[in-house]
């Protein structure tokens, strides 16, 4: 699988002000990759300055083996870019903005801009200042896809759409996806990285602190184990003195702990326990990813 974008060290900083700091990773042709942090983390910063926005104070970073910033031209015209928050000529009717967008990429195909708006429920003759939030950020999907690009970079894409239109919206991604398209994916919203990504980069404070396979993190050694005990006891319960045992809480009957250790020792350990059942599962991507946070 060839490498469609590669950050080597990519560092960006304002001053004393944190921007990234030697980011380095390669996303394959065809994979939809993830990028995860919560607000501030740095996500944005990395894409803007992929994208030559802004330019990087040290490192470097190639899309489609053209260099970011040598080529940035060359590279805009291929790539379909979907930021957190969009803003356009409130005068523009809706379709005419789409247009004017199109001929940026030598595009007129307007039967591309119309079946999207279709899929979308966009009306194509409002003005822009006429549009929600929402219907603002459905021109942006649609202006990130109507050129046929063969890179997709998506920062919190899914802000403002309800939960109807967001269903949509990962459809088209899975067309595209189909079609040999490769998705940069950057969301805080960690449910939607699960459903949609083959790997993740986690970032904090604007380092990497891991990149890994989605089934491989989900499968890391850590398990969610859930007791059910009677009421009476759930409180007063007293579970083994294992280093494994990341975090406990008690819910009603039921006590719940992430685990990341020795199997056979909890076992044993829980031998002597007051439980009437249990349960182990694999923890969510979120629980993953806090427990990432948490260690570093």
């Known amino acids: 699988m060839k490498p469609i974008v590669e950050l ?6 304002y001053g004393k002000s944190r921007g990234i700091s030697d980011i380095s990773f390669a996303i394959g042709e065809g994979e939809v990759f ?23 104070t040290s490192g470097s970073a190639s899309i489609l083996g053209m260099d970011i910033v040598k080529d940035a031209k060359a ?14 000529y409130d005068d523009m009717k809706v379709m005419d903005l789409l247009k004017y967008s199109a001929a940026f990429y030598g595009e007129t195909d307007s039967k591309r801009i119309t079946e999207l708006a279709e899929r979308l429920d966009l009306d194509l003759s409002r003005k822009i200042e006429d549009l929600s939030f929402g219907n603002r950020k ?21 802000g403002g759409l309800d939960p109807l239109m967001q269903h949509t919206f990962f459809e088209l991604l899975t067309e595209e996806r189909r079609n040999g398209t490769t998705i940069f994916f950057s969301s805080h919203i960690l449910s939607e990285v699960q459903k ?25 050694n850590l398990k969610n184990i859930t007791l ?56 969510s991507l979120e629980e993953v990813f806090i427990h990432y946070y948490e260690k570093e």
């Open 8 to 13: 080597r060290q990519l560092t960006k900083t």
């Open 34 to 56: 993830g990028f995860i942090g919560p607000n501030g983390a740095g996500k944005s910063t990395a894409i803007r300055t992929l994208l030559n926005f802004v330019f990087p």
């Open 138 to 158: 459905k021109v942006g999907i649609v202006q990130a896809l109507l050129h046929r690009p063969k890179l997709l970079i998506l920062d919190e894409p899914t």
């Open 196 to 220: 949609m990504c083959d790997r993740v980069a986690i970032i904090k404070e604007g380092a990497l602190i891991k990149v890994e396979s989605v089934e491989q993190l989900l499968k890391n």
């Open 228 to 283: 059910t005990v009677k009421q009476t006891d759930a409180d007063a319960m007293r579970l083994p003195q294992l280093s494994g045992i990341i975090k406990q809480e008690t819910t009603g009957s039921h006590v719940k702990l992430l685990y990341g250790g020795d199997m056979k020792a909890l076992i044993q350990g829980l031998a002597e326990c007051a439980f009437t059942d249990i349960l182990i599962e694999e923890p």
């Open 75 to 88: 590279i805009r015209r291929q790539v379909g870019y979907l930021p957190s928050e969009v803003f356009y």
